[in-house]
């Protein structure tokens, strides 16, 4: 049986064509990595180095800065440059660490990049797998970016009985989990064991949309022989890999409205967090690099790379044969929900999923008019919102009634069914701000 979710979506058309077929490649480390303090969701992290210093690759170079962090490790070895405020996806100006490559890519001691062997490390206890995973900088790969340890430790009282792996790569052009599942697949399921020791339950099961079919066969026959692990197929929709989506189409659960997943016994990770999971566990590799999908019809030869964090999108581009034609647009992640950017200047960080080069015709956008009040937005949102007035709302200041806003995944459905080119996702972003700093007053106010 196909599953999906109950509510709204909406079908873009899908250009995985272009990098679906093509294996990732992993061209040689760059010359200099510019690497963002912050790559996660809550605090940056602390430079533990200094301007000058010489580093391994895989050598800890940011402590977490909070509860909710994720240290950060150098990805290439040589000498630390500088340590200043760069732009990045994030900002404009974000503390980073920047290191020239020696060319010589010396690791630190104990990392074993030909391991694969992980009955030994599924040995160990959960405490040990979470603070390896929490030391090896591991962060939700598939967008959020949220520190995967954290995640995996369920508030007292809260129960998990099921894991599950997001494998659904529902955004348009996105095809790094893709391949990832065609080519890693045993590390992605021993990094899903590792997964559910931590959390200590006995069920996962692995969402991949329709128009994966070889890696749902894969996938299939690795998880073979594992009890309690199962591969479901879900229809093609956007946005099926939404965490709340997921958990709806395969598990029939409803994550209450201002909740978490493991409000209804569910995490989330995605399949390149798995596989970074047992790169952590069983290899002793930091979290270091990750596979980006760079296509669209500006790039030469869209490609997955299997690039090193810090890395510039010029590089990226470069080892993709250059721009072709006219540049539309430069996205950082999918079209629905990734960062415009104004320059190539800028570096992969750990969520970056895609890189996109638009050309003129796939960045056409219509031009902005008056509501229509047709309702469209209002039929494909999948959280069941009011997108036309929740954008009215914040767009005039007007945010007594914005309290449902909360609920906004920004999955941009809205914003690609409107007919009038309204940029919804934009104002509603801006609303939740607003209506969080408003309630804070308040809060303020009454206490
Ligand atoms: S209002 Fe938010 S959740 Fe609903 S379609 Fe728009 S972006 Fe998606
Ligand atoms: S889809 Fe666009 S034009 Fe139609 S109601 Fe929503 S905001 Fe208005």
Redesign the pocket.
Known sequence: MRRTFAR?GVHPPQRKELTSGVAISSPAPPAIVTIPLHQSIGAPARAIVKAREEVACGQLIAEPGGFISAPVHASVSGKVKRIAAFPTSIGPSVECIQIESDGQDTWVPDVNLGASECTAALAKSPEDLLATLAGAGLVGLGGAAFPTAVKLRPPPGGKVDTLLLNGAECEPYLTADHRLMIEEAPGIIAGLRVLMRVLGIERAVIGIEDNKPDAVETMRAAVDEIGGVSVEVCCTAY?QGAEKQLIQAILGREVPSGKLPLQVGVVVQNVATAFAAFEAVVRHKPLIERVVTVSGGAVAEPKNLRVRIGTSLEDLVAHCGGVRGELGKLIMGGPMMGKALKSFDIPVVKATSGVLLMDEVEAAQVDEQACLRCGR?VQ????G?M?CD?AAMANHGRLEGFGD?A?????????FICPAGRR??HS?RFGKSDYRRLKAAEKRQGA
């Open positions: 709204g946005p937005c494909v949102c999948p959280q919102l997108p929740l806003g609920d906004c995944v920004e999955c941009g459905c809205c914003q919804l996702v509603i």
